[in-house]
Nanobody, 118 residues
Framework: VQLQASGGGLVQAGGSLRLSCAVP???????????LGWYRQAPGKQRELVAT???????DYSDSVKGRFTISRDNARKRMYLQMNSLKPEDTAVYYC??????????WGQGTLVTVSS
C-alpha cells in the first residue's frame, strides 16, 4: 500500500494545520478495511502514536493531543486526515501516516514536517 502525506508546514503556537494522507493505489473495499493512524517523530526521540481510526470508525488519541487533534477518514476518497488545533511547540515533529490491513501488514507514508514556533 502506497501512502502520500501532505499538509505540513510552519505555524505559530496556537495555530492550526490539517494533514492529509492519500492511499491512491488502494481499491475502495481494501481501504475500507484498513485501520489508519498518524504517528510522529520529534528530533532525537522515538516515533510515537498520535491518533488512530479503525475500519469501523473508532478513534483513539494519545493523551498529549486529546482534545486538540482530530483524526478522520474519507473512505470514498481513500484519504485520512489529522486536524491539529491549538498547536504547541512540542508538537513539532515529522508526522507519518500509517495503515494496517486485516493481516497485520503495515505501510507508512513518507512523512510531512510540522514546525510550531513559540
Amino acid at each position: 500500500v502506497q501512502l502520500q502525506a501532505s499538509g505540513g508546514g510552519l505555524v505559530q503556537a496556537g495555530g492550526s494545520l490539517r494533514l492529509s494522507c492519500a492511499v491512491p493505489g488502494s481499491i475502495t473495499s481494501v481501504f475500507n478495511a484498513l485501520d489508519l493512524g498518524w504517528y510522529r517523530q520529534a528530533p532525537g526521540k522515538q516515533r510515537e502514536l498520535v491518533a488512530t481510526v479503525s475500519s469501523g470508525g473508532r478513534t483513539d488519541y494519545s493523551d498529549s493531543v486529546k482534545g486538540r487533534f482530530t483524526i478522520s477518514r474519507d473512505n470514498a476518497r481513500k484519504r485520512m486526515y489529522l486536524q491539529m488545533n491549538s498547536l504547541k511547540p512540542e508538537d513539532t515533529a515529522v508526522y507519518y501516516c500509517n495503515t494496517n490491513d486485516i493481516r497485520g501488514r503495515s505501510s507508512w507514508g513518507q512523512g510531512t514536517l510540522v514546525t510550531v514556533s513559540s
